[in-house]
């Protein structure tokens, strides 16, 4: 006996929907693609990339990567911000540690360079860049933001903290905005996180700690897209 169409029509559906929710949330999200470019010293930077379909020159982000700065740190990192990064169309650069060497470890010193490459390489407005670090990518933030402080308009951390060379050149960043995003389970990285931002305040810095709830080191997966480009709005120099 043959089946109603009708039966048959809604079995199909049923499946298709049944695959659809069986896929991971990646496969329905915005991925970087990846690419490279040759930076001083011989050397090359893998990056990852986000292109809008027309660039701002206030919304150009540099993000360092948490952990070994690696592919698969770089494309965790990014996740929870991709698809609203994409919508709000930023321009985001992701550089991986060349030859495995943190960002600040001595790759630092590449990321004039690096940038120098990426404007010229994708045609990029006039402007400075947001700066944004995560974990290990925050501690490296404050190394390149104190190094290079004219590249950039804000540094966001989630979390991070300036190392001890780093420290003696805060007078660097000026009136630079600094933000660090901490979770209230990261007691550490929080006492450290909010003892800088003392220290930049008194410099005359607007720095300051956002803790949040129930969090722990990986602040980054808590943070929504929308909270940080709401920093980048409301927390930066404008040129």
Same mark, same amino acid.
């Given at each position: 006996?043959?089946?109603?169409?009708?039966?048959?029509? &809604?079995?199909?559906?049923?499946? %298709?929907? &049944? &695959?659809?929710? +069986? /896929?991971?949330?990646? =496969?329905?999200?915005? =991925? @970087?693609?990846?690419? %490279?470019?040759?930076?001083?010293?011989?050397? $090359?930077?893998?990056?990852?990339?986000?292109?809008?379909?027309?660039?701002?020159?206030?919304?150009?982000?540099? *993000?360092?990567?948490?952990?070994?700065?690696? $592919?698969?740190?770089?494309?965790?990192? @990014?996740? +929870?911000?991709?698809?609203?990064?994409?919508?709000?169309?930023?321009f985001v650069v992701v550089p991986l540690a060349p030859e495995g060497v943190l960002f600040f470890r001595g790759s630092e010193?590449?990321?004039? %360079?690096?940038? $120098?490459?990426?404007?010229?390489?994708?045609?990029?407005?006039?402007?400075?860049?947001?700066?944004?670090?995560?974990?290990?990518?925050?501690?490296? =933030?404050?190394?390149? +933001?104190?190094?290079?402080?004219? /590249? !950039?308009? %804000? /540094?966001?951390?989630?979390?991070? !903290?300036?190392?001890?060379?780093?420290?003696?050149?805060?007078?660097?960043?000026?009136?630079?905005?600094?933000?660090?995003? *901490?979770?209230?389970?990261?007691?550490? &990285?929080?006492?450290?996180?909010?003892?800088?931002?003392?220290?930049?305040? $008194?410099?005359?810095?607007? =720095?300051?700690?956002?803790? *949040?709830?129930?969090?722990?080191?990986?602040? !980054?997966?808590?943070?929504?897209?929308?909270?940080?480009? +709401?920093?980048?709005?409301?927390?930066?120099?404008?040129?």
């Amino acid at each position: 006996m043959q089946k109603p169409l009708f039966s048959t029509l &809604w079995f199909g559906i049923g499946i %298709s929907l &049944w &695959w659809l929710l +069986a /896929l991971p949330h990646e =496969a329905f999200s915005t =991925a @970087m693609s990846f690419e %490279s470019v040759k930076v001083a010293r011989g050397k $090359k930077i893998d990056y990852g990339i986000l292109i809008p379909p027309k660039l701002d020159p206030d919304k150009m982000v540099l *993000v360092l990567p948490p952990g070994a700065q690696t $592919k698969p740190m770089a494309e965790m990192g @990014m996740a +929870a911000w991709l698809d609203h990064l994409t919508q709000q169309n930023y321009f985001v650069v992701v550089p991986l540690a060349p030859e495995g060497v943190l960002f600040f470890r001595g790759s630092e010193k590449l990321i004039p %360079s690096f940038l $120098k490459r990426v404007r010229k390489k994708h045609q990029l407005p006039k402007g400075r860049f947001h700066l944004v670090g995560l974990s290990n990518g925050g501690i490296s =933030a404050f190394r390149v +933001a104190t190094l290079t402080p004219d /590249l !950039f308009r %804000s /540094l966001v951390a989630l979390p991070g !903290f300036a190392k001890r060379a780093d420290l003696a050149r805060l007078d660097s960043l000026g009136q630079m905005p600094v933000t660090i995003f *901490v979770g209230a389970k990261d007691t550490k &990285w929080m006492a450290k996180a909010n003892d800088l931002v003392i220290k930049l305040r $008194k410099k005359g810095s607007k =720095a300051e700690v956002k803790v *949040v709830g129930s969090t722990g080191h990986r602040v !980054f997966q808590a943070v929504a897209g929308e909270q940080l480009t +709401a920093v980048f709005r409301e927390r930066s120099l404008s040129y």
